[in-house]
């Protein structure tokens, strides 16, 4: 089974090949720092007006059946992101607050969602370099626009100070301080895709064998794997996939720890990064 938002193929593209589990060795605190709430995200992210649950296609590559959970049509949005921007936004924030991020672009488009609906105001600062596309996109849900004259972690650095000064609400989806609560709400919030995932198969009786997911920062493929191993009776082989010039989920894998690493931008369309999400 593939989780993705990006469906392309590309060779720059590095793999972390995690353990298999039998049921009998699952483990309820698979991480015991991420206590997701399921009912609670379940009832929140339901209730957005537009949701239902993104395709689960089933089709035959090389002899192969492979499942793939396509979410360029999550709450009409191009990204799996506003699961999390949209659950962490309602959780953390309140009608009339201010919340700063930055964004390569579809995390801000979550979090400016979420904003636009409980009534907030949402400010993202997005790298230069960002497609202009999503800059529009943000404005049309109410956001507000900064644009940074840096890269990504520039722009990071920018928003961080904006809300340390302002007293806004710091919104980002993965965060170098291992403590943070947002990317644990953001993260919580990948979970309803999950579950969904979880409800298909239980329905088909059919369960993957391999489950492939990508990751930047790792918030995706950390929250998807926790939920696998916690909760799917059948256990399958689970790998990351991210870009080869920036592995930094594959050397802080091999370092046991978080590791963060340079490289030039590749292929892999705002998956590049450099430096992974602590709590991933």
């Known amino acids: 089974m593939i989780v993705s938002d990006q469906l392309f193929a590309s060779h720059a593209s590095t793999r972390i090949m995690l353990p298999r589990y039998t049921a009998g060795m699952l483990r309820a605190d698979v991480h015991p720092g991420f206590h997701p709430d399921l009912a609670d995200v379940r009832a929140v992210l339901t209730a957005v007006p537009g949701y239902r649950p993104t395709s689960l296609r089933r089709q035959v590559i090389d002899g192969r059946g492979v499942m793939i959970k396509d979410e360029r049509a999550r709450f009409g949005l191009g990204s799996f992101k506003p699961l999390g921007g949209l659950y962490a936004v309602t959780r953390l924030a309140r009608s009339g607050a201010r919340i700063v991020c930055a964004s390569a672009g579809n995390h801000g488009i979550g979090v400016a969602a979420g904003a636009a609906r409980i009534g907030a105001h949402a400010c993202i600062y997005l790298p230069a370099g960002t497609p202009v596309s999503f800059a529009e996109r943000i404005a049309d849900l109410g956001g507000e626009v900064r644009w940074s004259s840096g890269d990504y972690d520039v722009a990071c650095t920018e928003a961080r100070w904006a809300a340390e000064t302002t007293g806004a609400i710091w919104l980002p989806d993965g965060d170098p ?21 979880s409800d298909a198969c239980e329905r088909t009786a059919t369960w993957p064998a391999h489950v492939f997911l990508q990751a930047g920062v790792g918030g995706l493929a950390a929250a998807i794997a926790h ?3 916690a909760h799917w009776p059948v256990q ?16 802080s894998n091999a370092a046991g720890r978080p590791m963060t690493v340079t490289g030039p931008p590749s292929t892999m369309q705002r998956l590049d990064c450099p430096v992974p999400s602590h709590i991933a």
Do not use: K
Request: net charge negative; hydrophobic share 50%.
């Open 177 to 197: 301080s291992p403590d943070a609560a947002a990317p644990s709400m953001v993260m919580a919030g990948y979970q309803l895709l999950a579950e969904e995932i």
């Open 227 to 229: 939920h696998v191993r």
């Open 236 to 251: 399958p082989r689970i790998t990351v996939v991210e870009a080869a010039a920036t592995p930094c989920l594959a050397a």
